[in-house]
């Protein structure tokens, strides 16, 4: 019996790679699996594992207030010493492009263990854009045994860079595998619907506009927190967003505030304490854990975010996504048509979401283009791999 051990650190991590862990455990003849969190997230982080019923063999526990990378990064590197000596696993399981991938692949690579490096691939070839995820998810490519690459592009992009095409499997993205379990729990479950709602309900929303979207009241779906949107960048789009909502009496805009005081500080500044009188349409809210936030992806008419995640996840339910970046590891959703880039110019944004507001057509062709990220099977596709290849 083989021993993998993933490590994930942050919810978006955690979202995808909670499939894979479960999928492993289901398969209890051939693996011994474990799982070790860093807690780079820490609440959100538990949101998830708990929602998944992942209970972590390992904590790292190394969020702190005021961290930065340089903290981060070394507590990752020494406690995942500490780990993997006393597991010795046959190899490491890491997602995407977080610090805590980087860093436990390379303590894994110190110890010559192998790596396998789930979402592998991703690039905007500009080591500062994304920061610093562009360059931790190259380092963690260079490190790894194993590549599973989500698009026939991604893979395009590792042999570019000398990666062996051996090491390379295109196996689509388990984020996919992550929403049909959440949303069908949703969608089979009353009881899970009426829990999501009672929450969303306490949250400042209410239940007559939760009952207004399910009945084709539009309401746009806003998500930030990108390092490089601090300061005017934020500024930009919360003025875009305040001004559209008096453009769109009649449209809703749910903006679920990350933690980071440079998200919420710019909030505040355009939007002030009675933002509820002055802008009734505008919902600011806490954040929402990932249940929760998969119903508002449902009832959304389309998602303003400037993250990486939800460009593949929104697709999967038909949703148009307007990234609120300049550029983006994940261009297929932009080929595909699904997504567009709108950057954090105010113009920019106003003019995206009126378009899609006002105009039918262009909405229908960003609604029913094919999602370029899979059919939620990668997490099967992974683990035959692994069983003809471990």
């Given at each position: 019996?083989?021993?993998?051990?993933?490590?994930?650190?942050?919810?978006?991590?955690?979202?995808?790679?909670?499939?894979?862990?479960?999928?492993?455990?289901?398969?209890?003849?051939?693996?011994?699996?474990?799982?070790?969190?860093?807690?780079?997230?820490?609440?959100?982080?538990?949101?998830?594992?708990?929602?998944?019923?992942?209970?972590?063999?390992?904590?790292?526990?190394?969020?702190?207030?005021?961290?930065?990378?340089?903290?981060?990064?070394?507590?990752?590197?020494?406690?995942?010493?500490?780990?993997?000596q006393e597991v010795?696993?046959?190899?490491?399981?890491?997602?995407?492009?977080?610090?805590?991938?980087?860093?436990?692949?390379?303590?894994?690579?110190?110890?010559?263990i192998p790596v396998?490096?789930?979402?592998?691939?991703?690039?905007?070839?500009?080591?500062?854009?994304?920061?610093?995820?562009?360059?931790?998810?190259?380092?963690?490519?260079?490190?790894?045994?194993?590549?599973?690459?989500?698009?026939?592009?991604?893979?395009?992009?590792?042999?570019?860079?000398?990666?062996?095409?051996?090491?390379?499997?295109?196996?689509?993205?388990?984020?996919?595998?992550?929403?049909?379990?959440?949303?069908?729990?949703?969608?089979?479950?009353?009881?899970?619907?009426?829990?999501?709602?009672?929450?969303?309900?306490?949250?400042?929303?209410?239940?007559?506009?939760?009952?207004?979207?399910?009945?084709?009241?539009?309401?746009?779906?806003?998500?930030?927190?990108?390092?490089?949107?601090?300061?005017?960048?934020?500024?930009?789009?919360?003025?875009?967003?305040?001004?559209?909502?008096?453009?769109?009496?009649?449209?809703?805009?749910?903006?679920?505030?990350?933690?980071?005081?440079?998200?919420?500080?710019?909030?505040?500044?355009?939007?002030?304490?009675?933002?509820?009188?002055?802008?009734?349409?505008?919902?600011?809210?806490?954040?929402?854990?990932?249940?929760?936030?998969?119903?508002?992806?449902?009832?959304?008419?389309?998602?303003?975010?400037?993250?990486?995640?939800?460009?593949?996840?929104?697709?999967?339910?038909?949703?148009?996504?307007?990234?609120?970046?300049?550029?983006?590891?994940?261009?297929?959703?932009?080929?595909?048509?699904?997504?567009?880039?709108?950057?954090?110019?105010?113009?920019?944004?106003?003019?995206?979401?009126?378009?899609?507001?006002?105009?039918?057509?262009?909405?229908?062709?960003?609604?029913?283009?094919?999602?370029?990220?899979?059919?939620?099977?990668?997490?099967?596709?992974?683990?035959?791999?692994?069983q003809q290849n471990?």
């Amino acid at each position: 019996m083989k021993k993998v051990m993933l490590v994930f650190g942050t919810r978006p991590e955690a979202i995808k790679m909670c499939p894979l862990a479960i999928g492993f455990k289901n398969n209890g003849n051939d693996f011994k699996t474990y799982v070790c969190v860093t807690g780079q997230h820490r609440e959100m982080l538990d949101q998830v594992l708990e929602l998944f019923g992942i209970r972590p063999d390992f904590d790292l526990d190394v969020m702190s207030k005021k961290q930065d990378l340089f903290d981060i990064t070394s507590k990752i590197l020494i406690g995942m010493k500490k780990v993997l000596q006393e597991v010795r696993p046959d190899i490491v399981f890491v997602h995407g492009d977080t610090t805590t991938s980087m860093a436990a692949a390379l303590s894994a690579f110190y110890l010559q263990i192998p790596v396998a490096h789930v979402e592998a691939g991703l690039r905007t070839h500009n080591i500062y854009s994304p920061w610093p995820e562009e360059v931790n998810r190259q380092i963690t490519s260079r490190i790894a045994t194993y590549n599973f690459a989500p698009t026939a592009l991604s893979r395009d992009n590792l042999l570019a860079e000398g990666i062996k095409d051996r090491s390379i499997h295109v196996v689509g993205n388990t984020v996919i595998d992550a929403l049909h379990l959440v949303s069908g729990r949703i969608m089979s479950d009353r009881e899970t619907g009426k829990a999501v709602e009672a929450v969303l309900s306490l949250s400042g929303i209410g239940n007559e506009r939760l009952q207004a979207w399910g009945n084709g009241k539009r309401m746009i779906l806003i998500t930030g927190h990108r390092r490089e949107n601090f300061g005017e960048g934020f500024l930009h789009i919360c003025q875009a967003i305040r001004d559209l909502s008096l453009k769109y009496p009649d449209t809703d805009f749910v903006y679920p505030m990350h933690m980071n005081p440079n998200v919420r500080k710019p909030i505040a500044q355009i939007f002030g304490n009675r933002h509820r009188t002055e802008y009734p349409n505008v919902f600011l809210i806490e954040p929402v854990a990932y249940l929760p936030f998969v119903y508002l992806m449902n009832r959304a008419f389309f998602v303003l975010t400037d993250s990486g995640g939800i460009q593949e996840e929104a697709p999967g339910l038909g949703k148009p996504v307007l990234v609120m970046r300049d550029t983006t590891e994940r261009p297929e959703a932009i080929e595909a048509g699904t997504a567009r880039l709108v950057g954090t110019d105010y113009r920019n944004i106003v003019s995206g979401v009126s378009e899609l507001l006002d105009n039918n057509a262009a909405y229908l062709r960003m609604s029913k283009a094919a999602n370029p990220y899979g059919d939620g099977q990668s997490v099967s596709r992974i683990i035959e791999i692994m069983q003809q290849n471990l």
